[in-house]
């Protein structure tokens, strides 16, 4: 994946840690498990994929039972099966994680709405599922971004801050909060949950884009601002390598204000990186 495409579609991002973030460890149905973990868990098998029950199946088969077999759904991209497998649970057990899946599949048909009133029911079942807190962050960030209304953006960072006060360790409850934040351009409060999200996970930016998991900026001025502020993250981690990708990324979208590189002393040591200086002697063209 190159880097202007993970520049471009972030609600895809927040989709799919949405998803992951209750979906299987091990298939576990019991856990809602910390989503950028278990993205790569979520690969369906080359195998067929497997048939959804019939209606005369669900009536026979127990909460956990159905619970499993939405999982499976879910894993094979049959995102309605999964729905009818989650709800036909919900008759025989009302529970909160099955109110929580049902945002989660929501989610991933794109049904933002039908999304936050299922993760409204799971948190009124259980007010310290942290999965279902940041789920209805992502229903209302969805509904935000698309048309720039800072109000849902404005709920989305008041249930990511509930989802965090809950697992305040979780590195993409971290993203999603920062994303938020991004778009309504409040930029240090952005970079810093960017940097939390960092601390407790190297690793997860990277496996993000191995993943599909994308991000999406409105505009070249908000993606230049994104790829330097991620460009200064890597380097105060010592990662010139990939300060230098985010550092190109911030040029070809015309970031005014590259010099900035030779003053901030986090990029004392990519200043001196001879990559860095064939970069800044043969600049990529800005792209509008």
């Not at 460890?25 to 910390?34: K, M, R, W």
């Not at 049902?102 to 009124?124: F, G, H, Q, S």
């Not at 509930?162 to 979780?170: C, E, F, G, I, K």
């Not at 690793?203 to 070249?220: D, H």
């Amino acid at each position: 994946m190159t880097l202007r495409s993970f520049f471009r579609k972030r609600l895809a991002t927040i989709v799919m840690i949405a998803a992951c973030s209750a979906a299987m460890t091990g298939q576990a149905s019991q856990s809602n498990a910390t989503p950028s973990a278990t993205v790569q868990t979520l690969r369906p098998s080359a195998a067929v994929a497997p048939a959804a029950p019939t209606l005369a199946e669900m009536k026979a088969m127990s909460a956990s039972e159905l619970d499993e077999a939405g999982d499976r759904m879910r894993l094979s991209k049959d995102y309605l099966s999964a729905l009818d497998c989650y709800r036909e649970a919900l008759r025989k057990q009302s529970d909160a994680k099955y109110y929580n899946k049902i945002a989660i599949t929501e989610l991933m048909l794109r049904r933002p709405v039908e999304a936050e009133k299922a993760a409204k029911k799971a948190v009124r079942k259980d007010k310290h599922m942290a999965e279902a807190w940041n789920n209805l962050g992502v229903a209302h960030y969805l509904q935000g971004a698309g048309s720039h209304d800072r109000g849902h953006l404005q709920d989305a960072v008041h249930f990511y801050s509930r989802a965090l006060s809950l697992n305040p360790t979780n590195a993409s409850f971290h993203n999603n909060m920062a994303a938020a934040l991004m778009d309504m351009k409040e930029y240090d409060r952005g970079v810093a949950e960017y940097r939390k999200a960092f601390e407790l996970d190297p690793e997860f930016f990277e496996r993000a884009a191995e993943n599909g998991i994308t991000a999406r900026m409105g505009s070249p001025e908000d993606r230049a601002q994104f790829s330097f502020v991620m460009a200064r993250l890597f380097a105060s981690a010592g990662d010139t390598e990939r300060a230098l990708h985010y550092l190109r990324a911030a040029l070809e979208d015309g970031y005014p204000k590259i010099q900035d590189v030779y003053h901030e002393k986090e990029f004392a040591a990519v200043v001196k990186d001879e990559r860095f200086m064939e970069l800044m002697k043969d600049r990529p063209v800005a792209i509008k």
